[in-house]
């Protein structure tokens, strides 16, 4: 059975925004999933926090057509009312990532990639970034 990934917004900015220093390992996570060697997931909140900001950097046409191409690589979980109680319950010091973690959980994800750890620490599963998770492919 091949990993189940959760993946927080920021890794996939670094994949859709080039960003560097991170670029690599977020390409590198990415085309792992595109090879069917991991499953990936992100929240349906991911996709409106990246429309968010694309659309600030390209246009929004632009922006609706990289969420279309990035849409075939991740599986959307659904933010629902049970994630949403979680989160306000959990206290976590960002509620958005509160509502990531829960997220993460109700896909049944093993691991958390973000560049965040920190703002994880009341995990309950693995949270790693996606270099220590490609190190680890090697």
Not at 9 to 18: E, G, H, K, Q, S
Not at 49 to 58: A, C, D, G, H, M
Request: aromatic share 10%.
């Amino acid at each position: 059975m091949k990993p189940a990934l959760f993946v927080d917004t920021d890794i996939v900015l670094d994949l859709l925004a080039r960003r560097e220093p991170f670029y690599t390992a977020s390409a590198r996570l990415f085309s792992l999933a595109e090879t069917g060697t991991i499953s990936l997931s992100v929240s349906s909140l991911t996709f409106a926090n990246l429309f968010y900001i694309l659309r600030k950097q390209v246009s929004a046409r632009q922006a609706h057509e990289v969420l279309r191409n990035f849409k075939q690589l991740v599986t959307v979980v659904s933010v629902d009312d049970a994630i949403i109680e979680l989160a306000l319950k959990a206290g976590f010091t960002d509620f958005e990532d509160a509502i990531q973690h829960y997220s993460a959980l109700s896909a049944g994800c093993s691991v958390l990639l973000t560049r965040n750890g920190r703002h994880y620490r009341k995990a309950e599963i693995s949270v790693l970034t996606a270099e220590a998770y490609c190190v680890r492919c090697e």
